[in-house]
């Protein structure tokens, strides 16, 4: 069995306000072959709780900035997140769980162990775990802050073999590919240093809450734990498919 963690941003996920119904059928469909191809175990960590709940509170301008109006849309969109979730992966026969999480469930041990065995047991009993930051009771020491980093705490968590964080950008370029026409997509990571982080910071960086300097983080942390970490684009779930076909697509860091 493999263990895949992918990593889905709201960017990917939320279309005008709504959840990309078509989006998380393909993504349905790409884990329930996974899992019975290749004998992948998918983990599924899921952001647009946020997104979606400022969109059914009608508040469709600026995100607001204060945490409690945040947490709201979070607690109103989480519950049609999963409902999503629960019905889509349900049509291609596959069951799932939700787990939500704050830096206290990691950083104290026994919740750590709690969360562990919860995700091993779900895993054991075929069902892929839809895990995301518990926004509602995360106050801002206790906050991941972006699922990027989530991610790759959760793929240190279950001992992932492979981190996938599929965005709105094909991976990693050597200059901004929206300024430059021969910008060169780098397809093999072997080391983040400075020299990484500049190009990554300047190369039309990905939507969403982090962009593109938190995958990088990301990478980092899952590179520690000795896990390798894809950077690629959501916009064709069957691109986890590509990954295991060998095919040369996105960019991956090596641990
Ligand atoms: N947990 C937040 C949400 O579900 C998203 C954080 C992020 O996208 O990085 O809306």
Redesign the pocket.
């Known amino acids: 069995m493999r263990r895949v963690v992918i990593k889905i941003?709201?960017?990917t996920l939320v279309r005008d306000g709504k959840v990309d119904a078509v989006f998380v059928g393909h993504l349905a469909a790409e884990c329930a072959n996974l899992m019975h191809d290749e004998d992948v175990q998918p983990i599924i960590v899921?952001?647009?709780?946020?997104?979606?709940?400022l969109e059914v509170l009608g508040m469709h301008g600026d995100r607001p900035d204060d945490m409690p109006t945040?947490q709201a849309?979070?607690s109103i969109?989480?519950v049609g997140?999963i409902r999503q979730y629960t019905d889509t992966f349900a049509c291609f026969g596959v069951t799932v769980g939700q787990i939500l999480m704050t830096r206290a469930t990691t950083g104290q041990r026994e919740s750590y162990l709690h969360a562990r065995d919860t995700i091993e047991r779900l895993l054991e009993l075929g069902v892929v775990p839809i895990i995301?930051?518990n926004?509602t009771v995360a106050v801002e020491e206790i906050r991941?802050?972006?699922?990027?980093?989530?991610s790759a705490i959760v793929a240190s968590i279950v001992n992932a073999d492979v981190l996938m964080i599929l965005t709105d950008i094909d991976g990693v370029y050597d200059k901004n590919p929206k300024a430059y026409p021969d910008a060169k997509r780098l397809s093999v990571i072997e080391k983040i240093d400075d020299e990484v982080r500049a190009m990554a910071g300047g190369a039309g960086s990905a939507r969403?809450?982090?962009g593109m300097a938190?995958k990088i983080r990301a990478a980092e942390i899952a590179g520690r734990a000795n896990i390798p970490a894809y950077i690629l684009s959501g916009e064709d779930p069957e691109n986890l498919y590509r990954i295991f076909d060998g095919e040369d697509i996105g960019t991956v860091f090596m641990p």
């Open positions: 941003g709201s960017s899921s952001s647009g709780s946020i997104a979606l709940g945040l849309a979070a969109g989480q997140l995301n930051e926004d991941f802050g972006d699922n990027d980093t989530l969403g809450t982090g938190t």
